[in-house]
């Protein structure tokens, strides 16, 4: 139980270009998603937490028009990079739990731009 | 300022070599503190999470404990398949106004040679 799969698992576009990628929680409901990002060789940073239905809060020095968070329903949660740009190459992880329960993760997403 | 610190940064054992993994924290009003293991290139894998001073889990060679300050990872005859990163991570207060907020260590990276 407690599966939260992410798609696609890698992707690469050229520089100005959007990328969206999708979270998914396969058994459960998730009330609330989390999208983190991790550099490599350094710990998770929590960019954006989202809830089905309202507006994401995003951490202090994200840019909300930049990445873009839908949570639709309570198993799908998306994040769109705009125009992105070498320097948001990165590996993108989401998780799904409830606000007071543990956050089980998916298995990432590594974007490189070119 | 809340934070989680993790110690070693790095550590190799011998297969069958028994340790521990420490994790101190700082936060005000823990509401939970977890551990998760992270392979190379994936999103973390849950194991274990601890709400109050004194509790303990197992889950086949590792054990977790609590107390007010830190908690510790044990792994007892450890395999060269338990080789990966492990992290810390703490649930407090709203940050932010966000709830459920997670604050990660930077992680201990284990290596067991067979």
């Known amino acids: 139980g407690a599966v939260v799969s992410q798609h696609p698992s890698w992707v690469i576009c050229k520089s100005g270009t959007s990328v969206k990628i999708e979270c998914r929680s396969l058994?459960?409901?998730?009330?609330?998603m989390f999208w983190y990002r991790q550099f490599p060789k350094q710990s998770l940073m929590l960019m954006a937490t989202?809830?089905?239905?309202?507006?994401?809060?995003?951490e202090q020095g994200v840019e909300k028009d930049k990445f873009l968070i839908n949570h639709a329903s309570l198993t799908l949660s998306t994040l769109t990079v705009t125009s992105a740009h070498p320097e948001d190459s990165s590996f993108y992880i989401c998780?799904?739990?409830?606000?007071?329960?543990?956050?089980?993760f998916g298995p990432g997403t590594r974007l490189t731009v070119l | 300022e809340d934070q989680v610190t993790q110690s070693p940064e790095a550590l190799r054992l011998q297969e069958g070599e028994s340790s521990s993994l420490n994790c101190s924290y700082t936060?005000?009003?823990?509401?939970?503190l977890f551990w998760y293991r992270q392979d190379p290139g994936k999103g973390p894998e849950f194991l274990f999470t601890l709400y109050s001073a004194g509790e303990e889990k197992e889950k086949e060679r590792l054990k977790a404990t609590l107390t007010k300050k830190e908690s510790f990872l044990h792994i007892t005859a450890p395999k060269p398949e338990d080789s990966a990163t492990y992290l810390c991570a703490v649930q407090g207060p709203n940050y932010g106004g966000s709830q459920g907020n997670l604050i990660f260590g930077k992680g201990t990276k284990l290596s067991v040679k067979p």
């Open positions: 998780s799904a739990g409830m606000i007071t329960d543990t956050q089980y």
């Open positions: 936060v005000s009003g823990l509401r939970g």
């Open positions: 058994d459960f409901q998730a009330t609330t």
């Open positions: 989202s809830n089905e239905g309202s507006k994401a809060t995003y």
